[in-house]
């Protein structure tokens, strides 16, 4: 019904950037909050920016000034553009979205893409 597919991870050097892209896709109507959430190993998963569908955004505070979000409300994509990367940014990222559908509505997550950040 609803997919959505993550980016872009991988492996790069302390002070480098990445740029995450996720899409979503099925029968969406409408797609109000999309995200990023990250999960370290033996962590739990923590927000990292949200951006709802008028464009306003949120980001957890250790990636304030550092990362940025933005969306295609078009392309039912949402990206993430991560500067300055630190090793404690190395994670599993999640792509999050609130969709209504033609089946409903829910809740969606991608499968992850890991990013892994080397001192």
């Known amino acids: 019904q609803v997919q959505l597919v993550e980016s872009g991870g991988g492996l790069v050097q302390a002070g480098g950037s990445l740029r995450l892209s996720c899409q979503a896709s099925?029968?969406?109507?409408?797609?109000?909050?999309m995200g990023w959430y990250r999960q370290a190993p033996g962590k739990q998963r923590d927000l990292v920016a949200t951006?709802?569908?008028?464009?306003?955004?949120a980001y957890g505070d250790s990636v304030k000034g550092r990362f940025t979000i933005s969306r295609d409300n078009a392309k039912n994509t949402v990206y993430l553009k991560m500067d300055s990367l630190k090793p404690e940014d190395t994670a599993v990222y999640y792509c999050?979205?609130?969709?209504?559908?033609?089946?409903?509505?829910?809740?969606?997550w991608g499968q992850g893409t890991q990013v892994t950040v080397s001192s």
């Open positions: 099925g029968s969406i109507f409408r797609i109000n909050v």
């Open positions: 951006v709802t569908s008028g464009g306003s955004i």
């Open positions: 999050n979205g609130d969709i209504e559908h033609l089946y409903g509505s829910g809740h969606y």
